[in-house]
């Protein structure tokens, strides 16, 4: 996958934001919480207000997989709790293929 015309690092989070609750809901899973680096994908993905940003469209189609999801979250992502979560990725990535 690769994405093209990214205009800042906020665009990214909101693209990755959304990719991945296309992954959550496409593998069924559910009661997730949705951990964002970025405190303003976080709390826009919190609001029940229309995104007026210039990523707006993207929170509002990342919003509404939230809903669909069942028990789904969005929060503020701790950096330790993130830290946890990417040992796994960097160990597969050393493994010999």
């Given amino acids: ?3 093209k015309h990214i205009s800042s690092p906020i665009h990214i989070e909101a693209l990755v934001a959304r990719e991945e609750l296309l992954l959550a809901s496409h593998l069924g ?3 997730l919480i949705l951990g964002s ?3 303003h994908i976080a709390i826009a993905l919190q609001s029940s207000s229309p995104d007026s940003s210039f990523i707006g469209q993207i929170g ?3 919003k509404a997989l939230l809903h669909e999801i069942t028990g789904a979250t969005a ?3 701790r950096h330790n ?8 990725a960097r160990y597969v990535f050393f493994l010999p293929m």
Avoid: I
């Fill in 1 to 3: 996958m690769s994405f």
């Fill in 29 to 31: 899973l559910q009661n």
């Fill in 37 to 39: 680096d970025s405190l």
């Fill in 60 to 62: 509002e189609d990342t």
């Fill in 75 to 77: 929060a503020p992502a």
């Fill in 81 to 88: 709790a993130k830290e946890v979560a990417h040992r796994p």
